[in-house]
């Protein structure tokens, strides 16, 4: 083997893994999303407290969560997108039953 033919060995492989590796970061992403969209909506229409805290709600999760990424404008479009796409929830349940878990850290 050339180098050249290694250089471009190594470049494939490294174009291809971070292409799949960046896919599976999307659709993991796109799922969390939906998640917490889902959360706070069944939140809202189920929660003890909704009557209390309802129209502040997105905002106190925002200040508890304290993390970046959930944001109260975050969380809205997550809310707003498990409004818009309802049916993303079949191919999620299928994640989550084939073995996709969620673990306290």
């Known amino acids: 083997m050339k180098i050249e ?3 471009g ?6 174009n291809n893994l971070k292409y799949s590796a960046n896919k599976a970061v999307n659709q993991l992403l796109t799922i969390r999303n939906w998640l917490i969209g889902k959360y706070i909506v069944e939140y809202e229409q189920n929660g003890q407290d909704r009557a209390k805290y309802g129209t502040k709600l997105i905002q106190t999760l925002s200040i508890k969560l304290d993390k970046n990424g959930l944001s109260a404008r975050n969380l809205k479009l997550f809310r707003q997108f498990y409004l818009t796409f309802p049916e993303i929830g079949q191919p999620v349940s299928a994640l ?3 073995g ?4 306290k850290q």
């Open 5 to 7: 033919q290694l250089v």
């Open 96 to 98: 989550l039953d084939n």
């Open 9 to 14: 060995q190594i470049h494939l492989i490294d």
């Open 100 to 103: 996709l878990t969620f673990e």
